[in-house]
C-alpha cells in the first residue's frame, strides 16, 4: 500500500463529456500522434509498424461505453482518458495543445472520477523512455513504484516493452 499523496496542482478538473461517434476519427488521430511522439524513439520496428493510425480507431470503436471521457467540442477534441478499473489506461492531450495548461485539470478529471468510484490508489503504466510524460505524473503527485516488463498486446502479436508503473493514493 502506498502512503498517501498530495492531490494534483490544477484549479478545477477539465469539462469531460462521454466520447461520442463524432470524436472517434479525430481522437484517433490525436491518440496516433501523442504515441509516436512519446513512444517511437523506444518503440521496437515491429511495434512500430502495429501501432497504424487504423489500430488506434480499431481501439476507440471497440471501446466500451463510459470508459473514455473526453475534452473539447465535439468533433474536435483536445484531450481524453480512458479508466479500466483502478487503472489510468490512457492520457493523451492534443500534441498542438501541449503547454497551454489542459494536462492537469484533465488529470485532475480522471482522478476525480477514480475517486468517486471508489478507487482508494490509481495506477498507470508509461513506458520507459516517455521522459516528459514520467515529469508530468510526477509533477501531478504520482510517484514511480516500479519498473517491470510487460507483454503489449496488438493486432500483429505482442510485443516485449518496460514500462514505469505510477501509483497515486485517491482516497484516505
Given at each position: ?48 509498424r502495429a501501432r497504424r493510425l487504423e489500430s488506434f ?11 473514455i471521457q473526453v475534452t473539447g467540442p465535439e468533433g ?33 478529471a480522471a482522478e476525480a472520477r477514480l475517486a468517486a ?56
Open positions: 500500500m502506498t502512503a498517501p499523496v498530495e492531490a494534483s496542482p490544477h484549479l478545477d478538473p477539465a469539462p469531460m463529456r462521454p466520447l461520442g461517434p463524432a470524436d472517434i476519427p479525430p481522437l484517433a488521430r490525436l491518440w496516433h500522434q501523442g504515441w509516436r511522439d512519446g513512444h517511437l524513439a523506444s518503440a521496437s520496428a515491429g511495434l512500430a480507431l480499431a481501439r476507440l470503436e471497440a471501446a466500451p461505453a463510459g470508459e474536435k477534441p483536445s484531450g481524453f482518458f480512458w479508466l479500466k478499473g483502478s487503472c489510468l489506461d490512457q492520457f493523451y492531450v492534443d500534441p498542438a495543445l501541449r503547454g497551454q495548461g489542459l494536462a492537469m485539470p484533465l488529470i485532475a468510484a471508489g478507487v482508494e490508489t490509481a495506477w498507470l503504466l508509461c513506458v520507459v523512455g516517455n521522459d516528459r510524460a514520467a515529469r508530468f505524473y510526477e509533477k501531478a503527485g504520482w510517484h514511480r513504484a516500479a519498473t517491470t516488463p510487460m507483454q503489449l498486446q496488438t493486432a500483429d502479436g505482442p510485443f516485449e516493452i518496460v514500462v514505469w508503473r505510477y501509483e497515486k493514493r485517491l482516497l484516505p
